[in-house]
């Protein structure tokens, strides 16, 4: 087995459990703000990856790692929307952290490798810069609005509410099957999604 394989495989896998935590932390921390004591009674509001990794997710996170396109999920963070003070909207917060958070990592990192890069050893860049990748990766990926991703619970608070309604009812019976047959029957379906708008966002960052 090649050990630049295994060495590539390794640091993508580190570097996307980075990821998730930080996104499930934003979840969680945003919703417990917006006033839901669920995420903290769950012991969610944490930057131990341990506390957010979801089995088939990680499963998920070590396939796709291995064949060079790194993408998971962590465990969904609980959130009860009555107990926010402002329901539609904190709920469409809550949502958003989640990716946005990974936009932020995604930017500040870009902007040191832009600057900074040249000081650093080759190891540190590497990780740093697939830090980056897939942060924009998992922020793109979870924009999608097919439940169970955040798209969905952002497209449904931004709807009218009888269209959210109807929305939520398709989504809560066909969503799941429509998202795993996005992943296992058209695989070259998310790529073509999410590529375009990462290679804006990587030369936006990176200025590359």
Known sequence: MDNNKIMEFMISMVALIICITIHEFSHAYSAWKAGDQTPK???????????????????????????????GWGKPVQVNPYNFRHP??????VSLWGPLSNLITAAVLGLILRFVGPQLTQ????????????????AL????????????????????REQAMQYDMFMGRYGFMVFLGL?????????????PPMNLLLHLFLGV
């Open 41 to 71: 009674a769950q012991g969610r509001i944490s930057l131990n990856p341990l506390d957010h990794l979801d089995p088939v997710g990680t499963i998920m996170m070590v396939l796709s790692s291995w064949s060079g396109f790194g993408i």
């Open 183 to 195: 992943i296992f029957l058209a695989p070259d379906i998310l790529p073509a999604i999410i590529m």
């Open 88 to 93: 539609r909207w904190d709920n469409l917060m």
């Open 123 to 138: 190891n540190v860049f590497h990780f740093i810069l697939m830090i980056v990748v897939i942060s924009i990766s998992l």
């Open 141 to 160: 990926f979870n924009l999608i609005p097919i439940s169970p991703l955040d798209g969905s619970h952002i497209l449904s608070a931004l709807l009218p």
